[in-house]
């Protein structure tokens, strides 16, 4: 006779494989109810674009369940009220989940715990990062702000670990709950900009595991340099899968260590550095743990008073990549698009806004939360106050990113741009990253008319530039 169900409640883990919370309940002598819980209320509620990955998601993991002879139950509401009343309904007898590390989360987390004692038991995994937060510190025993003594650490605590298995099977209860459809949650975005992520993009546990398949075949061994080259593929354009935990982080791990282990001839230096930009990832999350302000708020409080512009049309013109400087141009049509950015790219664009049209870093922030399919908000914060000089372990303001300059070195024949941007495409490569110094010659053969197909820049940079470092200096002084 089968015990009591386990509920195992899913957020951003929705997969099958190494999965902690499912493994440990698929043990059990007991049907296995898995659960994903709508709370439209709840604080850094998905943008659009995520929105977007979350609805595919779902219906990718909903079809994995039933190929173990399970079933995805979705509800909506408050969190802790839809556990409570499916616990009671279903007589379930354990709860288990992956730890989050929002802030909002530790605390449902620690309700929950609290409301459910004594009915039933609540057990959580580690299994979204590879070290916690609270596993972390320095040798004053605080919590880091320089990400290189923290990834120091993180490397001599390392260990090669097999992930777990998806589950054979799972049991079903002897009858399930209601389940809502996933179309009556309004995930999918209202415009139609989304159409274009199916070019790029296969949400879903089996999507990760292709990428993270083709990855290690191939971009894995030259990342060191082409990293940086947003014409070339790369990366490993994982962020989403990670985000939303389609794949665990440990898989990705894993996977860079056996391909290693097994070409012991290619050298170590782009796994290595690769891996280093996992570390970022966790050192965002560190980072939020301790400074749960820095979502919405700079880290170092001197920058609270800093001069910022309020210039709707400037903000309008970066949002649709209508700036006059290519490669930020190309950068925020990209990300239109395609709700994804090349990193590289998103340094240019943010230094940008920040600092040649001082704009305040939380209006990036907001645009990249709604806009960016893996939009996560730890990774969100670190990324923008690095940008703005106000966060941990930053760039200095004063480090001011030239955008000819950084277009001309990450992508010299503009090829990026003429994707992108592809009323310039018939410029010649001199300037491509600077079209208003063409002659009128040059760009009437390339079908250029400046401020009619093409706007002119709308600041001066070495103007703005300037303008900026005297910012800088009031809040300095």
């Not at 796994?271 to 966790?282: C, Q, T």
């Not at 820049?457 to 002084?477: C, F, G, T």
Request: proline share 8%.
């Amino acid at each position: 006779m089968p015990g009591k169900p386990t509920l195992v409640w899913f957020r951003n883990d929705l997969r099958l494989a190494d999965n902690p919370a499912l493994h440990a309940a698929s043990l059990q002598d007991s049907p296995v109810l898995p659960v994903f819980i709508w709370d439209g209320g709840r604080p850094n509620l998905p943008g659009s674009a995520s929105r977007w990955w979350l609805y595919h998601s779902l219906k990718h993991l909903a079809e994995s369940l039933a190929a173990k002879g399970s079933s995805l139950v979705v509800q909506s509401g408050e969190t802790l009220e839809a556990l409570c009343r499916l616990a009671e309904q279903t007589g379930a007898s354990r709860l288990y989940f992956n730890r989050g590390y929002e802030p909002e989360d530790r605390l449902l987390e620690s309700r929950i715990k609290e409301r459910l004692a004594g009915r039933l038991e609540v057990k959580s995994f580690k299994g979204n990062l590879l070290f916690e937060p609270w596993a972390l510190a320095n040798k004053q025993g605080k919590p880091y702000q320089v990400f290189t003594p923290f990834w120091k650490q993180c490397l001599t605590l390392l260990r090669q670990e097999t992930p777990l298995p998806a589950p054979d099977g799972l049991a079903a209860p002897p009858a399930w709950p209601e389940c809502l459809p996933l179309e009556v949650l309004g995930l999918a975005p209202k415009l139609k900009w989304a159409e274009g992520f199916h070019t790029m993009w296969t949400p879903g546990e089996a999507g990760a595991a292709a990428k993270l398949a083709q990855f290690v075949q191939s971009a894995l061994w030259s990342y060191a340099h082409n990293r940086d080259i947003p014409n070339l593929p790369g990366t490993s354009e994982l962020s989403p899968h990670l985000h939303y935990g389609e794949i665990s982080i440990r898989q990705v791990v894993a996977a860079v260590q056996q391909a290693l282990a097994e070409q012991p001839h290619r050298s170590r230096e782009d796994a290595d550095i690769y891996l280093k930009e996992l570390g970022w990832r966790e050192f965002a999350y560190h980072l939020l743990h301790y400074f749960p302000h820095t979502v919405n708020a700079p880290l170092k409080e001197a920058y609270r008073a800093f001069p910022w512009r309020h210039d709707p049309e400037g903000l309008k013109a970066w949002q649709r990549g209508q700036t006059g400087y290519p490669i930020v141009d190309a950068g925020m049509r990209q990300l239109w698009r395609l709700g994804w950015m090349h990193n590289r790219v998103r340094m240019i664009a943010g230094s940008f806004l920040v600092k040649d049209l001082l704009l305040p870093w939380q209006d990036g922030a907001a645009w990249f939360w709604d806009t960016l399919v893996d939009a996560d908000v730890a990774n969100n914060a670190l990324g923008w106050q690095w940008v703005a000089g106000s966060g941990a372990d930053a760039s200095p303001f004063f480090r001011i990113f030239n955008p000819v300059l950084q277009g001309e070195k990450f992508d010299p024949q503009g090829g990026y741009i003429r994707r992108w941007v592809p009323e310039l495409a018939e410029l010649p490569d001199k300037w491509i990253h600077q079209p208003w110094k063409a002659s009128s010659a040059v760009l009437q053969q390339a079908g250029i008319i400046l401020g009619r197909n093409y706007p002119f820049p709308i600041v001066d940079h070495d103007e703005a530039r300037q303008s900026a470092l005297n910012a800088y200096a009031k809040i300095r002084s």
